[in-house]
């Protein structure tokens, strides 16, 4: 089993920044793809960033260049580097990770944390 640790949502003002940590621990053979995907009250899910395992980052539209994604494959981690933060960016974050087994793919998800941007 794998289990995802996420931290870092908060409470912010707009302009601000945040950075979120999603840990990765349990039976990893070999992670693929890790990134993070929100979801805001009312709306779906959306891909807000993700990196492969050769360190190729796609975003949204709606994130390019204010958020980075990265991640430590000795820790078995992935950020979200979240900068000029805007109430719109309000939502729970997941963390999604990708890990292959047995030439098989098992997607994860972590349980969510709140990024609320607000004066």
């Known amino acids: 089993q794998v289990q995802l640790v996420e931290s870092g949502g908060g409470l912010v003002q707009p302009g601000g920044s945040l950075r979120l940590s999603c840990a990765a621990s349990?039976?990893?053979?070999?992670?693929?793809?890790m990134g993070w995907y929100r979801q805001a009250p009312g709306k779906e899910r959306e891909l807000v960033a993700r990196i492969n395992s050769g360190d190729t980052t796609n975003y949204a539209d709606s994130v390019k260049g204010r958020f980075t994604v990265s991640r430590d494959n000795t820790k078995n981690t992935v950020y979200l580097q979240m900068n000029s933060l805007k109430p719109e960016d309000t939502a729970v974050y997941y963390c999604?990770?990708?890990?292959?087994?047995?030439?098989?793919?098992?997607?994860?998800w972590g349980q969510g944390t709140q990024v609320t941007v607000s004066s």
């Open positions: 349990g039976s990893i053979f070999s992670i693929k793809t």
């Open positions: 999604n990770v990708d890990i292959v087994k047995y030439s098989l793919i098992f997607t994860y």
